[in-house]
């Protein structure tokens, strides 16, 4: 039996306002100074776990808005464990 995962739930109690383009969403922001990818890090300014189904797309350059400050994609989404969420690294405008 497949589990269903609903990401609403979650980021229902935690979640700041998300756009990019005509996609709207809720995303979880964070401000660390580093993330390991694939085991290398890199430094980021800013970064936003949010739903894949709706953000995974989004590439290097694009605009994004939190919770109404304008940001640029740094990097593309890497997916987070089972693919529901992805964090994309940010910069600030």
Known sequence: MAI?????????????????GAVSGLGIFD???????????????????????????LSYG?????DGVAYTVENKP????DGVFVIVPLVKD
């Open 4 to 20: 269903t995962e609903d990401p609403t739930l979650y980021l229902s109690d935690h979640g700041v306002s998300i756009t990019a």
């Open 31 to 57: 401000q660390p100074g580093e993330l390991a990818l694939g085991g290398e890090i890199m430094m980021i300014d800013y970064v936003i776990r949010c739903e894949a189904s709706k953000f995974g797309t």
């Open 62 to 66: 694009d605009a994004v808005t939190v």
């Open 78 to 81: 890497t997916p987070v464990d």
